[in-house]
């Protein structure tokens, strides 16, 4: 059974391994990865291109998905695209390139998060610990369980989401995005507190990765994504949900 590490000791932890699911073709990368994550808690896959990607997801649900971004026969953007179109799983990008150039992108296809190569072993771990926590729900939740803010519905434990009565597909970070802003309807909150409180840790002040979330969020629950009245812009400071 697997445990947790809390205060450097180990609690039993009832709950199942959570799968991830490893796609890197650099085997040392591939490698690093997995020794960094060996842990009971999580049981692993590692496959070293695209397609292997794609068949691995279909023949297993996972609860992770960590995709770099140049494989070979088909590259991470490809495989985000064939997963977000069947699944809500969190994927997080794996890109060596300067620039931010493939952040972006892969904001765009759907994916929740990014690690620039190379990276930390301790990064690593917070990013995947931060989305396993997202995914569980967040279970101390200070927000009432459902929020109703104008035309917006949004039912917490079932992860559903309305607006004006018709139901939204999100991905698991924009809809802890949305639900954030409004469990603080009206208040304004700038980049750094969003990236703190929604994706779990410190500000990564070189990408604009939280304005490519409240873009996409902007395109699934405005009438006019370009003039939004829901999730508006404070000139200079950030973002808010609007009370009306």
Known sequence: MPFLRTNDRAVEDPRPPRRILIADDDPSIAHLIKVTLSDPRYEL???????????????????????????????????????????????????????????IQGFELGADDYIRKPFKTVELIARVESILRRVEGYKSRRAPPTLRIGPLFIDGP????????????????????????AANPGQVFDRETLFREVW???????????????????????????????????RGVGYKLTEA
Do not use: W
Request: aromatic share 8%; net charge negative.
């Open 158 to 181: 079932r992860h559903y989401v309305t607006v004006r009565e018709q139901s939204v597909n999100l991905t698991p970070m924009e809809f802890e995005l949305l639900y954030f802003l």
């Open 45 to 103: 896959t590692a496959v070293s291109n695209g397609l292997e990607a794609v068949e691995a997801f279909r023949k297993q649900p996972f609860d992770v998905v960590i995709l770099d971004v140049m494989m070979p026969f088909a590259d991470g953007f490809e495989v985000c695209r064939h997963i977000r179109a069947e699944s809500d799983v969190p994927i997080v990008m794996l890109t060596s390139r300067d620039g931010t150039d493939d952040v």
């Open 200 to 234: 779990g840790y410190e500000y990564a002040g070189e990408t604009n990765l939280v304005d490519v979330c409240i873009r996409r969020l902007r395109e699934k629950v405005e009438e006019v994504p370009s003039r939004p009245v829901l999730i508006v812009t404070v």
